[in-house]
């Protein structure tokens, strides 16, 4: 018997599933619901971006359940997207705001990283609407800037506490539109300097889906120990409040009343 192969997103990603071999999720969680002599074939699911993991799970849950059913739905890729853990190392508290997968090393002298890009659908940036079938630029920004803190903290920091990352300039040019389907964050170091007070470091990351570039950024950024920015930061965060306040007393000397 054939197997076909559905593609599985988001249900934000609904207008890219219109037409094609493609399921939301919630219109996976109905298949694995329907008996067996109903479908004709058997079904691999391909995962692509926007899945929930809690719906994935319940996904799951459900199918087994419905095993009665004789339904014949592989589902060991989003089995795999459920197990699996996100980057634990681009400083951010909740998983559904991750972005990217674990970093590779994929050159021996340890300056070229990929990860694979792992959007869910509830994330910060996608918390107001989806607009087309493509993924919105500011996710892919967001990704790049996730990989290089996850590389750089786990693998040139290994992993140490109280690091603070400064972004000194940021240029982002876009290929292609990207669409919710697998794709990779390959990120490469073309310089490091690197001492006891803080780390210089510029970076280039690329994101491709089926060898198509779709993003290139080019990043430096500096690392320092929390504790010296912190008193740095606490220092112009005072100068500008105090100018704020001469600003607005100006404004009101100014205002005259009829």
Do not use: W
């Amino acid at each position: 018997m054939t197997c076909k192969k559905l593609v599985v997103v988001g249900d934000r990603f609904n207008e890219f599933a219109n037409g094609k071999d493609v399921l939301t999720i919630s219109q996976l969680e109905l298949l694995t619901q329907i008996p067996a002599n109903i479908i004709d074939k058997e079904h691999e699911i391909i995962i692509g971006q926007g899945i929930r993991k809690d719906f994935a799970g319940k996904v799951i849950s459900n199918h087994a359940r419905n095993s009665v059913h004789g339904n014949r739905i592989k589902m060991y890729s989003l089995e795999k997207l459920v197990n699996d853990k996100k980057n634990a190392h681009c400083h951010k508290r909740l998983e559904q705001n991750v972005l990217i997968g674990l970093a590779e090393q994929t050159e021996h002298n340890g300056d070229f990283f990929t990860m694979p890009l792992l959007i869910d659908e509830r994330c910060e940036l996608m918390a107001d609407h989806q607009t087309g079938q493509h993924i919105q630029g500011m996710l892919l920004v967001e990704a790049s800037r996730q990989a290089f803190i996850a590389v750089t903290e786990e693998f040139i920091y290994k992993q140490e506490t109280g690091r603070y990352y400064v972004i000194n300039s940021m240029a982002i040019n876009f290929s292609s539109f990207l669409f919710p389907l697998p794709a990779l964050v390959h990120f490469e170091y073309v310089e490091k300097d690197v001492n006891d007070h803080r780390g210089r470091f510029k970076a280039q990351i690329r994101v491709t889906q089926h060898q198509t570039l779709c993003a290139t950024m080019d990043v430096s950024f500096t690392v320092y120990p929390s504790g010296l920015i912190s008193e740095k930061e606490k220092s112009l965060a005072e100068a500008a409040m105090q100018a704020a306040i001469v600003e607005q007393k100006g404004t009101t000397i100014g205002v005259t009343h009829a």
